[in-house]
């Protein structure tokens, strides 16, 4: 009988309904979920931690990279040959794909990110100072992870920060009009974009915090998965009341290495290859690990 992979971090494509799950030796197992089938394997740099995966919005290019061996690669789609790569890049941490599609954003050390052209490998500026960048997808603005957060305008004004209230910050996602943010053993915030106010706020239970956000266009609701970091235990999928942030179960299930919500926010992947549909809750589809 064949062996159970383990994913340890997943990456989703924006624009195509192609995935990548990676195992803990660098090999990245690609997948349709239109289809449900096997597009194939890539062999990569990656090791685990941080968010070192990344597909290009259109499924035709995976991003990897490795703290030990200091490497960010670019893989093509489906063969696997490299486009280019940078080695002694130290610390990182994190690849996210710019809104365009056309950056490939690399978090290093939590101190200060890179940004590289995704066709060329080409060194592209950086917003000075900043350790991470969101970008939302519905509204001309920006997120900077500075000493505080900083809500840019895409004309490059700045709208207002945000204090902090831990140190780190476990996940940020953009609706229409509203931005969540999640922070470590911390409060889940919802604010305003086009004020700043403050929406509304989640205060998990001592003792959990929220891991991942996401938004379901349709529905203009965001959800999050909520996970009891200080003694472990089984993860919740909750949705967050559009008015006031109160939390709604739709499943629990089994702690997991790895999650994503999908871009239209109307399912979660887990690294056990769940597809969980938000609305009701059922596994909609088991991807054979």
């Given at each position: 009988m064949k062996s159970?992979?383990?994913?340890?971090?997943?990456?989703?494509?924006?624009?195509?309904?192609f995935i990548g799950l990676a195992d803990f030796n660098g090999k990245i197992h690609l997948w349709n979920l239109d289809t449900v089938g096997k597009i194939g394997n890539?062999?990569?740099?990656?090791?685990?931690?941080?968010?070192?995966?990344?597909?290009?919005?259109?499924?035709?290019k995976c991003f990897a990279a490795s703290y030990q061996k200091e490497i960010l690669a670019c893989?093509?789609?489906?063969?696997?040959?490299?486009?280019?790569?940078?080695?002694?890049?130290?610390?990182?941490?994190?690849?996210?794909?710019?809104?365009?599609?056309?950056?490939?954003?690399?978090?290093?050390?939590?101190?200060?990110?890179?940004s590289f052209d995704i066709n060329t490998g080409g060194s592209l500026p950086v917003y000075q100072k900043a350790k991470d960048i969101h970008e939302s997808i519905y509204d001309d603005v920006y997120l900077l992870e500075k000493d505080n957060l900083e809500l840019w305008c895409c004309d490059e004004k700045l709208a207002f920060s945000i204090d902090r209230v831990s140190f780190a910050i476990l996940s940020v996602c953009f609706g229409?009009?509203?931005?969540c943010i999640s922070e470590s053993g911390s409060i889940v915030r919802c604010f305003e974009i086009s004020n700043g106010n403050e929406a509304w706020r989640y205060n998990p239970p001592s003792g959990s915090h929220v891991l991942e956000l996401g938004y379901m266009k349709k529905e203009n609701a965001f959800v999050g998965v909520e996970w009891p970091y200080e003694k472990g235990g089984r993860m919740k999928l909750i949705r967050f009341d559009k008015n006031t942030g109160r939390p709604s179960l739709i499943r629990e299930f089994e702690s997991v290495a790895g999650l994503k919500f999908t871009p239209s926010g109307d399912h979660l992947l887990t690294s056990e290859g769940h597809l969980i549909n938000i609305n009701n809750g059922i596994v909609d589809i088991k991807i054979p690990i």
């Open positions: 159970h992979i383990k994913i340890y971090e997943i990456a989703v494509s924006r624009d195509s309904s890539i062999r990569t740099v990656y090791d685990f931690g941080g968010q070192r995966l990344a597909l290009s919005h259109d499924g035709k893989y093509t789609i489906p063969n696997g040959n490299i486009q280019w790569q940078h080695a002694n890049i130290r610390g990182i941490q994190k690849i996210v794909v710019s809104k365009d599609g056309q950056k490939a954003y690399c978090e290093v050390d939590s101190k200060s990110f890179l229409k009009g509203l931005f």
